[in-house]
């Protein structure tokens, strides 16, 4: 059984940083494109970043590029999120998901298996 989960999220001050981790069981990881996305009150949710099988590939929203940093480690089946000058409207939930496919994608549909997500809150 695939299990995605995320951890290291929270309540954080506007300018500041959070590390979300989001640990794979139950699949091949370094056969799949990770990436994050999320889901803010009210609204669609939205890709954030990808990651392609060895860490080459790398996508993000623009609305993140130059603050969110993402990252795996494929001996710890491992994807991370580094979030740097968090603002407000970073707020939502967060997801992890695996794409099965050979490269990056930035839609939902690609995506194999989700997280159950994780809360970030960015307070102004």
């Known amino acids: 059984q695939v299990q995605l989960v995320e951890s290291g999220g929270g309540l954080v001050q506007a300018g500041g940083s959070l590390r979300l981790s989001c640990a794979a069981s139950?699949?091949?990881?370094?056969?799949?494109?990770m990436g994050w996305f999320r889901q803010a009150p009210g609204k669609e949710r939205e890709f954030v970043a990808a990651i392609g099988r060895s860490g080459g590939g790398l996508y993000y929203v623009g609305s993140v590029k130059g603050r969110f940093t993402i990252s795996r480690d494929n001996a710890k089946n491992t994807v991370y999120l580094q979030m740097n000058s968090l603002k407000p409207e970073d707020t939502a939930v967060h997801y992890c998901?695996?794409?099965?496919?050979?490269?990056?994608?930035?839609?939902?549909?690609?995506?194999?298996?989700w997280g159950q997500g994780i809360q970030v809150t960015v307070s102004s």
């Open positions: 139950g699949l091949t990881f370094s056969s799949y494109v």
């Open positions: 998901a695996a794409d099965s496919t050979l490269s990056p994608s930035v839609k939902e549909g690609s995506y194999d298996y």
